[in-house]
């Protein structure tokens, strides 16, 4: 073909056109990627384009976990790419939204897949694993809930990785024999526990950076032992008896509504 004929006249001039394409390529899909998520945040989380402190903690988590990710990426044994993923995946599913997480995994496997020059499999893995914790994580009921979802995503790992191990082996005979494919996947399935580990063990810093309220906090200032609750009880006790009074009836409205009964609840014991 004329493309093998170029290559045969001048191989270092073929080199040349052929990387120079792929890093067009490459900054093509880079551009329409951001596009995609610029288009999401202004149509769908319009209060976080409007603030900068928020939009800032929500581009310097994206550009960090990309980077320490691609970091990670560089020692292909270890497969500790998955870690800033799925962290950063669950991070944005208890501080944001689902969507909002899938679609930040899908952008953070992508950069990684791309910069990386890897195959097509390698982003299958890392989307996979972080959309199953993305998908478990509707609400955190406790921290242990974390820990279970990081298992639950190391089970995901192994299925996946296994399966693709499958379609590109010519036959289980050559899988069996293969050490290092069981390695990596208990390496990728011990990495995602320690993911959902980190995340629960970093839920109160978390809180705090992108100004989220969890059903643990919700939990912790509901007991009625609260410092400000045990207050009002010896400053105003016919207060605090109303407040439960309208947090009991307030919960039961908001459940039947659909609504989080929790932080209702919450919200009607300091409503005064």
């Not at 390698?122 to 979802?149: C, E, G, Q």
Request: hydrophobic residues 55%; glycine residues 6%.
């Amino acid at each position: 073909t004329a493309a093998q004929k170029a290559q045969l006249e001048d191989p270092s001039n073929f080199w040349f056109h052929r990387q120079f394409l792929r890093l067009g390529t490459v900054i093509l899909m880079l551009i329409i990627l951001a596009c995609i998520n610029g288009a999401y945040l202004i149509r769908s989380e319009p209060h976080l384009v409007r603030s900068f402190a928020r939009l800032s903690v929500y581009l310097g988590s994206l550009i960090a976990a990309a980077g320490v990710a691609r970091l990670a990426a560089s020692h292909p044994d270890l497969r500790a790419e998955i870690v800033p993923v799925v962290v950063t995946a669950m991070i944005f599913a208890v501080a944001y939204n689902q969507l909002m997480s899938v679609l930040m995994a899908f952008t953070i496997s992508l950069v990684v897949t791309l910069s990386t020059v890897g195959q097509l499999s390698h982003f299958v893995m890392l989307m996979s694993v972080s959309a199953t914790a993305v998908i478990l994580l509707t609400d955190v009921p406790s921290r242990s809930s974390l820990i279970k979802v990081g298992f639950v995503t190391g089970l995901a790992w192994i299925v996946v990785t296994g399966g693709l191990a499958v379609l590109r082996s010519p036959s289980l005979d050559v899988i069996w024999a293969d050490w290092q494919v069981f390695n990596e996947i208990l390496i990728g399935a011990a990495w995602c526990l320690g993911a959902g580990g980190l995340v629960a063990c970093c839920l109160p810093f978390i809180e705090k950076a992108f100004g989220v309220v969890t059903d643990i906090s919700l939990l912790e200032m509901s007991d009625v032992s609260h410092p400000l609750l045990q207050e009002l009880v010896r400053r105003a006790p016919g207060t605090y008896n109303h407040s439960i009074s309208v947090a009991s009836m307030a919960e039961s409205a908001a459940e039947a509504i659909g609504a989080n009964g929790l932080r209702v609840r919450v919200g009607a014991y300091f409503h005064d």
